[in-house]
């Protein structure tokens, strides 16, 4: 994807994306500014951002962070972006998709688009009957929190061509956070392409898991995922697979919550109870990126 800087972040991209932006509300960024308070002179602030863009003088505000309680009774930290940070990734996000999606693997369902969480329960379905009983059930330590932004930079240059593109990205990752001393925002939940880049970054774990285990089925939805196997036997070795997968990218497995089973012990996985033959939605397990969704 190399489209001149004029071509994607044109006034009609742009407006796209605040319209994007503006129905999903939202609080004000450290700037203070609401959608609504944007909207007011749109045009106007719209005109300014492209410019701001095209010369270079685009950067982005600091974020702000709060946490909100998991149901482990962790916290977990919520970036908010300011509104025209807001619009400028919804612009790269659009710009980036035709590109990842030509090489992002079927396995991935999470924030893609045409693919849904009913989508990944189908493929899981799916599984079960072609007599995949095993399941490796497993679960990601902060993910997003331990992306190693010099590999996902690495990866981001790998398929983006644009230089403005991957330096608004470099931008990103590298925004501080108000009021923490040296923190970056990275990966940040609350961003409005961070699931995004955590696809990007987790697409070299679907493609280790789909060249070391042919035989199994990868079903993953954004950091939440479920390896299908035929035999214990394979479910184990599927399980060292990821283990030793997700270290390649400084990521570890929850080995408090990744267990191997039978879809007759029965698992609950993006919030659907899977049991034997049957299946009902339990709404008891979700990913980091779906509960921001």
Known sequence: MDAAPEAVFSLPALRRAWQLVRRSGGMPGTDGVTPAQFGVQIDRELARLQAALLDGSYRPGPVRRFFIKK??????????????DRIVQRVVHD????????????CSYGFRPGRSQEDAVRAVLSARDAGLEWVV?????????SIRLDL????????????????????????????QRGELAGVSQGGVISPQLANLYLHRFDEMIAAALPRARLVRFADDFVILCATEDEAGWSLDVARRSLENLHLRLNAR?????????????????????????????????????
């Not at 059930?137 to 929190?145: E, K, Q, R, S």
């Not at 191997?260 to 339990?282: C, D, M, P, V």
């Open 71 to 84: 149901a482990s009774g962790k916290q977990r930290p919520i970036s908010v972006w300011t509104v025209r």
């Open 95 to 106: 710009a980036l998709t035709p590109t990842l999606e030509a090489i992002f693997l079927p």
């Open 137 to 145: 059930d497993a679960d990601i330590a902060d993910c997003f929190g």
């Open 152 to 179: 996902l930079r690495g990866q981001i240059a790998r398929v983006v061509a644009s230089p403005l593109l991957n330096h608004l990205i470099g931008l990103w990752l590298h925004t501080p956070v108000a009021g």
């Open 257 to 293: 919550k990744t267990r191997l089973l039978t879809f007759e012990e029965g698992f609950s996985f993006l919030g659907t109870r899977f049991k034997g033959r049957q299946h009902s939605r339990s709404d008891t397990s979700v990913s980091e990126s779906e509960e921001l969704s």
